[in-house]
């Protein structure tokens, strides 16, 4: 059973920063590709960062680039997602995702990931 459990979620101020965690487990953590999503009230979920296997390729969609930051630690089965400069429009709920399917590029779309966690709220105040 392939658990993926996020935290670090919360409320902060614009402008400030927040690192989001998900500890992955029942899994060879390695061996997924990783990804962070999150859903406002009433949009898509949506893919904001993709990272490889190796950590060595990352994918940021358009409006987290150059803010947010995707990082693994292989060793401690976890990935991460530094969030600097956040902007009200950041705030949704935050979904880890894993996906154990090998691929060209980086999955960015839902069905491609196949576990989830629970999601953790990011609230950004103005």
């Known amino acids: 059973q392939v658990q993926l459990v996020e935290s670090g979620g919360g409320s902060v101020q614009a402008g400030g920063s927040l690192r989001l965690s998900c500890a992955v487990s029942g899994g060879t953590f390695s061996s997924f590709v990783m990804g962070w999503f999150r859903q406002a009230p009433g949009k898509e979920r949506e893919c904001v960062a993709a990272?490889?296997?190796?950590?060595?390729?990352?994918y940021y969609t358009d409006s987290v680039k150059g803010r947010f930051t995707i990082s693994r630690d292989n060793a401690r089965n976890t990935v991460y997602l530094q969030m600097n400069s956040l902007k009200p429009e950041d705030t949704a709920v935050y979904y880890c995702a894993a996906d154990s399917d090998r691929r060209v590029g980086l999955p960015t779309l839902r069905y491609q990931y196949d576990y989830w966690g629970q999601g953790t709220q990011v609230t950004v105040s103005s």
């Open positions: 990272i490889s296997r190796s950590g060595l390729t990352t």
